[in-house]
Every structure is written in C-alpha cells, then in structure tokens.
C-alpha cells in the first residue's frame, strides 16, 4: 500500500497531468488505484469528469462534514477511484487556521479506506498551504515531476526545504521517490539540469522522460489518459513504462 503525493510548488510542471497517467496506467496494470485532487483549481476532477458537478469532495471531507468514502467517485474512462476538489477548497487555510491537529486531517480521514487501495495519489496544488501540508503528513514519499528548464533546481530546493520543515517542525519524514522529467525536449539546458538534480541534490531521476507531445494536452480534452487517446504516440508510452518504473 502506497501513499504518494505528487508535488512541485512550482506551475505547470505537469503534476496533474503525471498524477492522472501514472495513476491510470497503474489501474491496467491491475492495481487498485485512487487519485485524491487537492488543488482549487480542480484540474484533475475537470480532466476526468468534464464540468460535472460533485455534492461532496475534499472540501467537506477536510471540514469535517462527511467521509472520505462518501465523496469517491470511479471513472471507468480511467479506471480509478477519484475524490474530487472544487474551488471552496481555496479558503481552507482560514477555515482552519484555529483547528487543533490541522496538518493531519488527511491522515486521520484516509485511514479506514487505506486497505481497500494499492496506491493512493494526491495531486498537490502549486501553492504550499494546508491542503500540500496535509498530503505530505499523509504520504509514505512524494514524487517530482520538473519540466527542464533553469528554474527547475529552484523548485526542487524550495521542495527540500518544505521537507526539512515537516521533519523538524511536525516530526515526520517524508522520503523523495524521485524526479519525473516531464515536457522533455532534447535541448542543452535539460540535460544539465538532469545532471545537477542527481549530483547536486542526490536525486534519482527516472529514466523514462515524457517527451513533449501535443496528445497530451488533447487527451485532457477527450477526458482519457493518453495511452488510451493516443495510445501510440511517445508521450504515451513514456507513461507507461514510467508507471511501471515506478510501481
Ligand atoms: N508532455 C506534455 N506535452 C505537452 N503538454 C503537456 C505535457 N505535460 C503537460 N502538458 C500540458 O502542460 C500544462 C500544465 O500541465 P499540468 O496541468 O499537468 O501541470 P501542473 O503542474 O499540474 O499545473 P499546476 O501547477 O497549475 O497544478 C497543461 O496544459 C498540460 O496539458
Ligand atoms: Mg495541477
């Protein structure tokens, strides 16, 4: 049983995008898989499920209003469970600003359906608020995907950073799975990007890049992971030998 979040506070870095192929190309490989949305901009719940509206998610899971269990939904396009997020989810940090035993809300909820998962999945937001706070507490490790570009080394810093915080603040260690290259394009820059992330920060980096590839984008749109949009195009299979390096 695995508990991953997959995080970057940095944009755009393809966190939802890796969250909903790894997590979907794990589900045909067998396992039983739930993919948890964290981000108000619900991006993830939009990807498989259109404008469809959900009466509980996340939301009303974290304040405490109903079980996570009465908020999953299966999306049988994708093949695993989802708990969706929606826009409310932004001013969680204030709602509970003054709640005892804030940063592990998540932990305690996901508890009773943990035995029913192979993997569970959170699709952090770029932002480090109490809803990243809670992934992490609620993680065994996390994964990071980066698209290559000079900044990336600064996103995996601040990441780093956040870790040491929950260890030395909240006393639990979170374990760094390691770096997914994302967007890649063979340029100059990424490769040395690549190689400081492992030498510099002593990351593994899988070796399964995903390259940049417009099917991508338009399996968001068709609302189906890209090995079942666009099942051979390199973008897709780059997800899926991924997932299996990953499992
Ligand atoms: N391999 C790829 N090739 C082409 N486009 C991609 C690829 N991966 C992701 N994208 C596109 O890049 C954009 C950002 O991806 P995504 O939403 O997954 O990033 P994110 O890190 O989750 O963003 P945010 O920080 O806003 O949550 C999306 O439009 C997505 O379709
Ligand atoms: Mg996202």
Not at 68 to 73: F, G, K, Q, S
Not at 104 to 130: H, N, V, W
Not at 143 to 150: A, F, N
Not at 171 to 192: H, L, M, P, S
Request: net charge neutral.
């Amino acid at each position: 049983m695995a508990v991953v979040s997959v995080i970057n506070q940095k944009g755009g870095v393809a966190k939802t995008t890796t969250s909903l192929n790894v997590a979907s190309n794990w589900a045909a490989m067998g396992k039983r898989v739930l993919l948890i949305d964290l981000d108000p901009q619900s991006s993830a719940t939009k990807a498989v499920f259109g404008d469809q509206e959900f009466e509980k998610t996340i939301f009303d899971v974290v304040m405490n209003q109903c079980l996570i269990e009465d908020t999953i939904v299966h999306s049988d396009r994708f093949d695993f469970d989802v708990v969706p997020a929606e826009i409310l989810l932004s001013g969680i940090d204030l709602q509970l600003a003054a709640h005892f035993g804030r940063e592990t809300i998540l932990r305690r909820k996901l508890e009773p359906i943990l035995r029913r998962y192979d993997a569970i999945l959170f699709d952090c937001s770029p932002s480090l608020g109490l809803m990243t706070v809670n992934a992490l507490m609620a993680s065994q490790d996390i994964i990071i995907p980066i698209c290559p570009e000079y900044f990336s080394l600064k996103g995996i810093e601040l990441i780093l950073q956040t870790l040491q915080n929950i260890r030395t603040g909240l006393g639990y260690k979170v374990g760094v799975r390691g770096v997914v290259i994302t967007r890649f394009r063979d340029r100059r820059i990424a490769k040395k990007v690549i190689e400081d992330v492992q030498e510099v920060y002593g990351l593994k980096v899988y070796s399964n890049y995903i390259p940049d590839n417009i099917a991508v984008e338009e399996a968001h749109h068709d609302h189906s992971p890209v090995h079942k949009y666009a099942p051979k195009c390199a973008a897709a299979k780059a997800y899926t030998s991924l997932a299996k390096e990953l499992w």
